[in-house]
T-cell receptor, first 113, second 111 residues
Framework: DVKVTQSSRYLVKRTGEKVFLECVQD?????MFWYRQDPGLGLRLIYFSYDVKMKEKGDIPEGYSVSREKKERFSLILESASTNQTSMYLC????????????FGPGTRLTVT | GEDVEQSLFLSVREGDSSVINCTYT??????LYWYKQEPGAGLQLLTYIFSNMDMKQDQRLTVLLNKKDKHLSLRIADTQTGDSAIYFC???????????FGQGTTLQVKP
């Protein structure tokens, strides 16, 4: 079974802190994605990556950056956390030749106070 | 830009059929998806349909696609309390794997 894990289920940070959210997948998938989920808005794509060291902006990249130094790991970075970044963050991955099967991690609920 | 719309809430009785509807705007959508999210969990891919198909059935789930009206529906037969969850419709275009999600429909199943 594909497994996508995220480093924390719950995280509380202060405004202005630098925050790292880690995602690891164990199926050698080329594609990895970061979404944020907010009630009534569904999921919105922040950043995605097709390969190591590659990244593409999604629909809402402002205030975020990403890093993909190894194929299995995709990190989301909040350079200076703000209260409007309080949200549920979901990581996903898919194989290049099976893009229609995207597997999600359990999510990290981030609260910025 | 692309948009996917769903109603926010649906309530049914156990044993009834549930129909969750979704509309999308991107006429070049390649795949359309239904995901399920149980409380406190990530998203689980329930099923997907390629854009040149009209229908797909998988056990209690039936997906109908009306490409002309850009309308997708998910029918759950014999709905059980374990089906209570948020259901997300999504679409993707080409081979990018980028998904555009709807707002999610909360399905409440009453015993």
């Amino acid at each position: 079974d594909v497994k996508v894990t995220q480093s924390s289920r719950y995280l509380v940070k202060r405004t202005g802190e630098k925050v790292f959210l880690e995602c690891v997948q164990d199926m050698d998938h080329e594609n990895m994605f970061w979404y944020r989920q907010d009630p009534g808005l569904g999921l919105r794509l922040i950043y995605f990556s097709y390969d190591v060291k590659m990244k593409e902006k999604g629909d809402i990249p402002e205030g975020y950056s990403v890093s993909r130094e190894k194929k299995e790991r995709f990190s989301l970075i909040l350079e200076s956390a703000s209260t409007n970044q309080t949200s549920m963050y979901l990581c996903a991955s898919s194989a290049r030749d099976r893009v229609y099967e995207q597997y999600f991690g359990p999510g990290t609920r981030l609260t910025v106070t | 830009g692309e948009d996917v719309e769903q109603s926010l809430f649906l309530s049914v009785r156990e044993g009834d059929s549930s129909v969750i509807n979704c509309t999308y705007t991107d006429s070049s959508s390649t795949y359309l998806y239904w995901y399920k999210q149980e409380p406190g969990a990530g998203l689980q891919l329930l099923t997907y349909i390629f854009s040149n198909m009209d229908m797909k059935q998988d056990q209690r789930l039936t997906v109908l696609l009306n490409k002309k009206d850009k309308h997708l529906s998910l029918r759950i037969a014999d709905t059980q309390t374990g089906d209570s969850a948020i259901y997300f419709c999504a679409e993707s275009t080409g081979n990018t794997g980028k998904l555009i999600f709807g707002q999610g429909t909360t399905l409440q199943v009453k015993p």
